[in-house]
Every structure is written in C-alpha cells, then in structure tokens.
C-alpha cells in the first residue's frame, strides 16, 4: 500500500456514506483503516397504497438524513470538514433511481420492492420463457429484483414518470451525485439490474430492446475507486462536508463488504452477517449457475466476479424476537450497560447444540429462479418450560442462520468447485460470540472475525481513498488494512449433529413450502412473478 500524501495531509480522514435497507450511516475512518465515529439514522420505505408489494425511496427525506449523519459524524469525531479527504457511497443492490433530462431525481424504489409481479411474468414468457435463462447467462441476475421488470411496470401504470425517465443509476450513485453533480454507475451494483454484462462489465442495450424498453437511459459505467468529482457548494452547505473534497466511486454492499474484509483473491468466502445474510464467494472468473439457483456479480475487483446466495431478513428475525419476547432482557441489559443481544446469547449459551429439537422456518436456502419462503414459524415446540424458553428459541434461531448459510455455501460448491477452507464473518451477526461458533460448528470450517465489523463502509472508505490518491489499489489496500479479533475452530461433535440437524431443516422447510403451495399458509415473502 502507498500513500501520496504529504506531511500536511498526516490527520486526513475518509468518509462512507453506507445506505443500507434500514438505515444510512456516514462512517469516518483514518487512513489505517481504524474507525472513528459514525452517524446513523433510520429509515423506512414508503408503501404505494393500492400497490401490492411496493417499497419507495423516499429521495428528499433521505437525502435530509444523509447529510444529519454527515454532521453528526464530524461532531463525534471532533473534526472539522477539512480533515475528510475525501468521501464515497454505497449502497443497498437492486434500488434504482430515475432522473430526468435536467438531473433532478423524479422516482426511486427500495432494493426488495416486489410490485412488478405481472410485469416479471410477462418478460419470463420472451423467447418462450428463454428470456430469464438469456438474461441470468449474460448477467448473472434473475428477474425477480432485477430493473427490467420495475421500468415495464412505470411504463404500464406511470407513463409520467417513464416518459421523462432520461437516466437510471443505484442508490449508491444517487448519494454520490448528490455531492457531486455527476451521474455514473459502477459494475458491482448496476449489475444487480440484470442490464449489465458480467464478462464486459458494461451495459448489454439489447436486453433491454428485447423487453421492450428504452435502452437511451443508460448511465456512463465507472470502475470502484474511480474520482467521479468534487463536493460541490451546494452539497456543502447542505451536508457540512468542505466544498472540493474528492467523491469517488462507491459501489454494491456486499463486494464493497468483501474488499474491507480483504477477500480480493479467488476462492475466499465471506458471510456478511447484516439484516440480510450474504453468503460471497470469490470467483476467479465469471460463471454462472446451470440451476440459477445462485446469483453472480461484478466484483469491485474487475475480473473478478462473486458468487452470492442471500438469506432473507436474518438479522430482523433477530430484532423481531428481542422486541416482541424480550422487555424483560432489555430492560435487564440497560441497567447493566450490556447489549441486548449479548445478555440473550449469555442465557442460549447454557442450552445444548440442537436447541432441544427446536427448528425454526424463516429464511429459506436461495432459490434465485424460483424464490419464496415458507410462512414464519418454529417447528417442534415442547411445553416443557424448562427446554422449551426464550434462551432456546434464540438459540435455535442462531443455528438456523448458520444452517442456511451453509446451505447456500453448498449450492455454490456444487456449481463453482469452490469450498471454503475458512471463512470470514463480518457485520453485526459476527458480535455475537456464541453465534461465530455456531457458524463454525454448522460449517465445519475455522471463522475469522475482523475488528473492523462494518466491512462494508471500510471498503467504501478504501474507494474514497483510491480516488483521491491516498491509495494505490483497491486489492492491495484492503488486504493491507484487514486486522482479525477473533478465530473459532469447528468442535468435530458438534459439526456431526448439525449435520443432522441440517438434514432435518431441509426436510422440515420442504414440507412448510408445500403448505404456502396449498395456500395453508402465506409466504414470508416471494419474488415477483411467483
């Protein structure tokens, strides 16, 4: 790693702007890739009323909580705007934002808005159902959340806003013209639009001709790490950064995520542990699945591409059971000053691998091609209140996370060659002690834990810092900034019962998807199109 910094830039500073599906965040970080202060603030998607399955991005009220949590993370840091180098966005994948031919932001939607069911069913039937096997091959994306079916949909219910649609970019980017004034794209997260090639890592126009959409409103592509432009006074005054400060391409997430965590070489494995779950390997070269089970991105490495399965709302089960079942716990938690969570874990830890039988149904294995889950459910409940309790029930739903995302692991396995030697665990789910051995015990594998848990705005940060020159590479720079806390080795037993547990699982979560299929239960949540 190098550095073209001089001796009066010693204090510099880099600053991601994280927009995640809860939340958005500004993160500061000094140049060894130490966290300094965050600002936060939570968001909610808006539902269109009458529009089954819509999640709208709210662009005025978002960008106002943007810029609070700019300033609110100068503030904690004690900094002044000056001392921020220079800044990048990432991005939830999958949401899109429409300009018009002036620039101004007319329309965006959040990344899991399912509105366009009919619309997906519509372009699955092109070429006699070939379209969605031609657009996953060149892409690596399915439709289900991909950009096709959500512009088919403005163009059948709102003509308005399509016929002044003169641009399309991610969320990321939104962020990123919002300080900047410039309008780009990067591979790692326009891919998740189902628009890009993943082999070029440019724009495919002809999928769009083919579905019958307008293919003008493609953005210029940028790579990760690229100086998009400068903060302008506007966006200064707004936000609090100093005008000029460098803004530099962001990108996707999850490979944002990746490169914080080091893994910038193939064959490495993470599982980014967030209100989603990401399951990511690194493949040395783009390929796809021949079940289309799996999906496949852009790196932020060009020539790499990633193997991603997805665990639906693993850490807002988490949330949804503290704040439902546990009053008690978090009051206890803040009389102690500990964490919720750490309490909760400190009780599951006395309850024996297997959670007494105990099997939750929430998030199924992916399924890209045909998605859905099952209804919400735990599954083989005793009314001994002795095995069967709140520390159990969190138990189990720890071991079901990690039972999922050795699922997927799998399923990558068998299309790739590629199981993991060891794997790393990042994000909020990696806090949990108990829980990195349960991920370590389902898997068989060795976990690393990173000091740094906000992957994601790290490698963001490392983006912002590549653009303004404070760094060479991307790879080389988060390989070089990476620090481990913690290791945990499989225990051989304990993997030999999961294994079985994990048989169970399966079986279980077939026979509750039957029951949506008989329409006996509703789905957690399903793709468009299903």
């Given at each position: ?29 000094n ?12 968001w909610?998607?808006?539902a269109?009323?009458?529009?089954p399955?819509?999640m ?9 909580l ?13 900094l ?174 999850a ?26 390997v690194?493949?040395?070269?783009p390929?796809?699945d ?17 193997a ?56 199924d ?19 001994d ?94 390989e070089?900034?990476?620090?481990w806390?913690?290791?945990?080795q ?41």
């Open positions: 790693m190098t550095s073209t910094l001089n001796s009066d830039d010693d204090r510099s500073y880099l600053m991601a702007l994280d927009a995640g599906t809860g939340s958005v965040r500004a993160v500061i970080f140049l060894e890739g130490e966290q300094i202060a965050a600002g936060q603030a939570e909610i998607h808006l269109v009323p009458d529009v399955g819509s709208e991005f709210d662009l005025q009220k978002n960008w106002q943007a810029c609070q949590c700019i300033r609110q993370a100068l503030h904690e840091a004690h002044p705007a000056s001392a921020i180098r220079a800044v990048a966005a990432c991005s939830m994948r999958e949401g899109i934002v429409l300009y018009d031919k002036s620039g101004e932001p007319i329309w965006a939607c959040a990344n899991v808005d399912a509105r366009a069911s009919r619309e997906v069913s519509e372009l699955k039937e092109i070429h006699d159902f070939q379209f969605e096997r031609e657009v996953y091959e060149c892409s690596g994306q399915t439709l289900a959340l991909s950009a096709m079916p959500r512009l088919l949909w403005l163009a059948h219910h709102r003509p308005d806003i399509y016929r002044q649609a003169a641009t399309v970019t991610m969320i990321s980017d939104w962020l990123a013209y919002k300080l900047s004034g410039e309008l780009a794209v990067d591979p790692s997260n326009a891919g998740t639009t189902g628009m890009l090639d993943l082999a070029t890592r440019n724009w495919r126009p002809e999928l769009l001709d083919m579905a019958g959409l307008r293919a003008d409103m493609l953005s210029p592509v940028a790579e990760t790490g690229t100086r998009l432009g400068y903060v302008t006074a506007s966006a200064a005054e707004g936000c609090g950064l100093r005008a000029g400060t460098p803004v530099g391409m962001g990108g996707g997430d490979q944002l995520g990746t490169l914080g965590l080091g893994l910038v070489r193939p064959g490495q494995t993470a599982v980014l542990g967030g209100t989603f779950w990401q399951q990511i690194n493949l040395p070269a390929i796809t021949p079940e289309m089970n799996i999906r496949v991105n852009p790196h932020v490495i060009p020539g790499m591409a990633q991603e399965s997805i665990s639906f709302f693993t850490g807002l089960t988490m949330r949804w059971f503290r704040d439902a079942f546990c009053t008690e716990e978090k009051t206890l938690a803040q009389r102690l000053g500990v964490d919720t969570y750490s309490l909760l874990e400190d009780m599951a830890a006395r309850v024996p691998v297997g959670s007494w039988g105990v099997t939750p149904v929430f998030s294995a992916m399924h890209f091609k045909n998605w859905y889950h099952a209804a919400p459910s735990f599954i083989n409940l005793s009314i209140p002795e095995k069967c309790n709140k520390p159990t029930l969190f138990r189990a739903l720890e071991e079901n996370a990690a039972i999922v995302s050795a699922c997927n692991l799998d399923m990558i396995a068998s299309f790739s060659g590629i199981r993991a030697k060891s794997l790393v665990f990042s994000g909020g789910g990696s806090k949990g002690k108990l829980w990195c051995q349960i991920l370590s015990d389902v898997t068989g594998v060795p976990v690393n834990v990173p000091v740094v848990k906000e992957a994601t705005a790290l490698g963001c940060a490392i983006a912002a810092g590549v653009a303004a020159g404070v760094y060479s590479s991307l790879a080389e720079t988060g070089a900034l990476v620090r806390e913690r290791e945990y499989p225990v051989a037993a304990n993997h030999e019962l999961y294994l079985a547990q994990k048989a169970n699982w399966q079986a279980v979560y077939a026979d509750q998807l039957g029951l949506v299929d008989r329409h006996l239960t509703t789905s957690m949540w399903k793709a468009p199109g299903l």
